[in-house]
């Protein structure tokens, strides 16, 4: 891929939506936590937020790739990396999250 003004502004969307995604769940997890299990928490994250997190980046992906047929070169490639990466966000953010939450303690842990 070339470095261009399209692919940094794919990058840092990347990396503002995939945090954006994470810091929702992780806050949720943590709200649940001071009054659940570990497990509990991430089941009452993994329903809640979890499920709009998904509607989200399925919404916004989809606005995204539309972009993908338009004539200009640039917005297409733009487009289709976007609604991409925004799903592959949302998968990471689902998936690896929560094997990284449930293997490191939290300070509200120590609390109970």
Same mark, same amino acid.
């Given at each position: ?39 509990? %928490? ?18 916004? %992906? ?13 917005? %297409? ?36």
């Amino acid at each position: 891929i070339d470095l261009n003004i399209g692919t940094i502004m794919v990058a840092s969307i990347a990396i503002g939506a995939g945090i954006d995604y994470t810091i929702h769940y992780i806050s949720r997890y943590k709200n649940e936590l001071k009054r659940k299990s570990k497990i509990e %928490a991430m089941k009452t994250t993994l329903t809640g937020t979890g499920r709009a997190i998904v509607f989200n980046s399925v919404s916004v %992906a989809a606005g995204v790739f539309v972009l993908g047929f338009s004539e200009i070169q640039m917005m %297409a490639v733009f487009g289709k990396l976007i609604g991409s990466v925004m799903l592959l966000s949302v998968i990471y953010t689902l998936t690896l999250l929560p094997i990284l939450l449930n293997s490191i303690k939290l300070k509200e842990e120590g609390k109970k």
